[in-house]
């Protein structure tokens, strides 16, 4: 990693910044699937969102390289956010 | 780049990073196990129960004594004197500001639990203030506070992930220290400050995290119900303990509180009764709560409601309470530990001050790695100096300020205007000036020699806090032990234990040096606290 800067800086940022969206993403998501109402439902997003988020950041420096960290963090948001998007325009409605 | 290397990087800087801030967060937060003590300790005016507590006589005058002085209130909260509380504590609440919706400024008075008589204590921000900093810092607005806190929390959690992934002999090292070899005792150390008390360090630093969790992360509330009015009615329906009334208006006059008193304390099995609040006093429709203070067991109890006006007690509604709420309420009382006991608070703040072991010694590692790494390639590391003044000036230099915030306690004049700011201004300042004097002085002198000035200056100024408690107060020793006061007397036993303590480490620190002083290659690896 000391011999390449730039890839180190990515994978910190990617970790910080990435890791906190990508966490908060995939907690969304999971707010619509968890079986319990809406109220406890988004208090457990939220607690939850700290593991997530350490996961992500774990997972970050894990990853073979920093590009791929980044891809990974992308596609969890993408997918994360449709599904919350496509359950709340077609799902059933409370 | 191996997975391995990887994660030890990650520990590495996510750790020092962290660990001045963490161990000013794990050594305030510690002291929180005994905030309610050392506030005793800062209010020595503050006279001692000496009977069980007369509600009939002292609750009208309390009653009155509000009436008086915030008839306008939107809370009132009596704080009796139980269990580790010494005190007799008056609140109230002013209403909040209809335009805005901000919450109204919560205004106190201390009573003496004998006479019920106001007591003027020195202006002194205590323990509360001490164990607060902890999370809401200070000179800087609560919010800010809290992302800054949880950022530590978070690079606290990630250090502990990482580090037990790259610990590969988690178990065994478990219980080896190997004070002999050089460095390696600083590894063990940090190994067994995070090793040993692990389960407790994951849950107070996730637990944390939770708390803050209204500041934080917000996507998943905003996501749900938009950043609105929607929002906050959801986390009322969270937080309410009972059903919230809203005021009517029509003014009615309060319930006399002692009756309720009287009523709770007969349904309580035994326990005192601990506090007693009142929604919307003067309302027709107030409510008022009696508790009970309970020191087993982790689920909190409900406490009765009463209507304000003619008393009569609501009949306790079947709400069941969600997995979430539960988990929530679990992971506040665990951080709290509100309800342990003597044996376990000592735990809990062993296990904080564990913790501040831990990131310390992560910190002194860091620097003697590349002291080694700056001695075998013969090249300057960036950055070395600025860590071990950093070190010193943290690690010893936040104690000697704690010292110093009781000190001012003691000599500042009691007249003096803000005298309890004053107070914590000493603190930032003293850690200020050993900050600066950990800078200036390793520009002279190897930071070894800064740690032994730091660490004598500890010691005498810890061993000078009873002395000082003795010269301007009649709770000293002589006076604590004489009469059995344990709390009052384990204050300055503590404080002389700490003296001690930075003692027999500046002590063993120079006979060290002074071993290795021919080869003139003294290292810090070698020193033990």
Redesign the interface.
Known sequence: ?RKNPTALWSRSIA?LVGGYICA??L??AL?DVLP????????????M???L??LA??WV??AKTAKRAWLGLTITTAFSITF?IVKRQFGDQP | ?S?R???T??HTWTGLLGCWLLYFMFITGSTGYFDDEISRWMQPEIPVQMSSFDAATLLPKAEEYLRDVAPDAAHYYIDFPVGRSPFYTLWWQTQSDPQTGRKGIWYNKKLDPNTGAIVTPRDTHGGELLYRMHYVLHYMPTSLAHWITSTAA?LM??GL??GV?IHRRIFKDFFSFRRRKPDRSWLDLHNLAGVLPLPFHLMIT?SG??LL??TT?L???V???GAGKEIRM?YD??FSEHEVREASGNKAPLVELSTLYQDAAQRSNGHPISFISVDNPGDSNGIVSVGWHVTTGLTPFQPLHYDAVNGARFEEQEHSV????T??DT?EHLHEGQFAGPLLRWLYFFSGIAGAVMVASGGVLWAIRRQQHQKAKGLSVRGLGLVQSLNVGTFVGLPIAIACYFIANRLLPLELAGRGDWEVHCLFIAWLIMLMHAFVRSRRVDHITVWQEQLLLASVIFAAIPVINAITSSVHLGETLFYGDWVLASFDLFMLALALVFGVARYKLRAKTARQSEPCDAELGEARL
């Open positions: 990693m970790a908060n993403a907690a969304i707010t319990t109402e809406k109220d406890s439902a988004v208090i457990s997003g939220m607690m969102t700290f593991a988020y350490a950041i774990v420096f894990s919350w | 780049m997975f290397l990887s994660i990087w990650l978070m959690l990630v992930i990482s992934v996730y995290l939770i969790m209204f992360m996507a998943v509330p996501a749900n119900y959801a329906r969270f969600s997995g979430a709420k988990f929530y992971m």
